[in-house]
Every structure is written in structure tokens, then in C-alpha cells.
T-cell receptor
Framework: SQQGEEDPQALSIQEGENATMNCSYK?????LQWYRQNSGRGLVHLIL?????REKHSGRLRVTLDTSKKSSSLLITASRAADTASYFCATDAKETSGSRLTFGEGTQLTVNP | DVKVTQSSRYLVKRTGEKVFLECVQD?????MFWYRQDPGLGLRLIYF???????EKGDIPEGYSVSREKKERFSLILESASTNQTSMYLC??????????????FGPGTRLTVT
């Protein structure tokens, strides 16, 4: 079953605006990761946040994690047309082994120039 | 940089054929994974492997098998392809949990069509 659920399913914004995507999950986790997928390609890892962290930054990316609400958000600031892609959250659940991840269904982000 | 390669970008097979999808990684990763990706369903784990000759079922193993004879290579086998196995197949690899890093590195994907 899919643990991560992204919200919204699709987001369309103008270049320069900020984009926020949310992810909810169901079980206790070791860490939560965000990935990006350009159309028809493989996924690329963006950022990882551990269960004992609340916020993490990487360039124009900001990720927050609220383990009490079992939710995370990914903020992309000053978006560019090149940020157009699908974004997935993935959870490394405590109950599973071997570094397997459970992916959500993704948010399709379109940044209009 | 880690490189994960998949044998084909596009593949068309007929119903009932045996299909092999190959994945190779060049960074000595312990873990390897096979996913399928379908619209509205995200990525679903088919099988994964912790080590050579080791395999574990994921969430949707039915109709698939895997082989890992060498550390760098992980094969997905469709014993008798069916139209409902038309999908994008993604391979990924990662270091083992002892390394303390957990991100997965993905190949470019194989778009399989079964007619």
C-alpha cells in the first residue's frame, strides 16, 4: 500500500513564485525523502530529513517534518521553468527493513515562464 | 557519480513472451530495487535485493521474478508477459543500512508495452 500521499496532485505557478507540496504518511519513520522526476525519466534524490529533524534546507529547497502529524512539506522558492517535474515523497518506515522506501503518488509541478 | 543503467528504454513484447529487464549499477551498492510506475499509482515496489542471491518480495511481486547473480546486476523477469504488465519499470540501488545513507539512485526507466 502507498504510505506517502502528496497534496496537491497538480500545481501550476508562475516563474518566480514559491511552490509548496505536502506529504502525509501513516507509520513511524526513520527518515523521509523527496525525489524529483522529469517527464519519462528516472527519479533523482533531492533531500532527506531524519525523524529527529524538523527542518532542512538545500539551496532553494526547504523541507519540514512534523512527526506528530505524520506530514512533511517541500518548499521550492523562486521557482524556475526548469523546476517543472513530478515530485515524490518517500518514507523509510521503522517497521520495514533493508532501506526500502514507500513512495507516494507524486505532485506534478508546472512552472510557467 | 553513481550510474544505474537499464538495458532498454523502450520494449514491445507479445502476450505470453518471457521478458528480461536488466539493471546494472557501478557503485558497489548492496541494495537493488525494481519498481513499476503507473499513472495515478505512483511507484510500487516489485522486488528488492540486499545482496547477491538474496531477494525479497515487495508489494506487487505476482507475475514477476528476479535474479541477482552478481552484485552489480539485478534482473527482473516476466515469466509470461500479460497486457496488465504494460508499464514503466524503474530500477534503483542504494548503499546498505550500515552506511547510514538511504537515498536511492534510479536508472532512466524501461517503458514496456505488452500487446
Amino acid at each position: 500500500s502507498q504510505q506517502g500521499e502528496e497534496d496537491p496532485q497538480a500545481l501550476s505557478i508562475q516563474e518566480g513564485e514559491n511552490a509548496t507540496m505536502n506529504c502525509s504518511y501513516k507509520t513511524s519513520i526513520n527518515n523521509l525523502q523527496w525525489y524529483r522526476q522529469n517527464s519519462g525519466r528516472g527519479l533523482v534524490h533531492l533531500i532527506l530529513i531524519r525523524s529527529n529533524e524538523r527542518e532542512k534546507h538545500s539551496g532553494r529547497l526547504r523541507v519540514t517534518l512534523d512527526t506528530s502529524k505524520k506530514s512533511s512539506s517541500l518548499l521550492i522558492t523562486a521557482s524556475r521553468a526548469a523546476d517543472t517535474a513530478s515530485y515524490f515523497c518517500a518514507t523509510d518506515a521503522k517497521e520495514t527493513s533493508g532501506s526500502r522506501l514507500t513512495f507516494g503518488e507524486g505532485t506534478q509541478l508546472t512552472v510557467n515562464p | 557519480d553513481v550510474k544505474v543503467t537499464q538495458s532498454s528504454r523502450y520494449l514491445v513484447k507479445r502476450t505470453g513472451e518471457k521478458v528480461f529487464l536488466e539493471c546494472v549499477q557501478d557503485m558497489d551498492h548492496e541494495n537493488m530495487f525494481w519498481y513499476r510506475q503507473d499513472p495515478g499509482l505512483g511507484l510500487r515496489l516489485i522486488y528488492f535485493s540486499y545482496d547477491v542471491k538474496m531477494k525479497e518480495k515487495g508489494d506487487i511481486p505476482e507475475g514477476y521474478s528476479v535474479s541477482r547473480e552478481k552484485k552489480e546486476r539485478f534482473s527482473l523477469i516476466l515469466e509470461s508477459a500479460s497486457t496488465n504488465q504494460t508499464s514503466m519499470y524503474l530500477c534503483a540501488s542504494s548503499l546498505g543500512w550500515l552506511a547510514g545513507t538511504y537515498e536511492q539512485y534510479f536508472g532512466p526507466g524501461t517503458r514496456l508495452t505488452v500487446t
